[in-house]
């Protein structure tokens, strides 16, 4: 049970169809990372831990990204 609960603050980002970052460079793709980190950081100490879970899964998808290139 302890296990469902903790996954479902997880969003499945899928393979959809095309992204916007799928022309992005390398470099891009960091510069996007640090500026989602920015923000998730201050959605988390404004309280907003929603939007800071929306924007860490944005993260873990770009630096997927990051790997993939």
């Known amino acids: ?9 997880y969003l499945d980002v899928g393979q959809g169809s095309s992204a916007p970052e799928d022309d ?12 989602l ?7 988390a100490a404004d309280l ?6 929306e924007l860490r899964d944005r993260v873990t998808f770009l630096r997927q990204r990051v790997l993939q290139a």
């Open 48 to 53: 907003k831990f929603e939007r800071a879970a």
């Open 37 to 43: 980190e920015k923000e998730m950081h201050a959605a």
């Open 24 to 35: 992005w460079s390398v470099d891009e793709l960091h510069g996007e990372i640090r500026k």
């Open 1 to 9: 049970m302890r296990w469902a609960v903790a996954e479902s603050d």
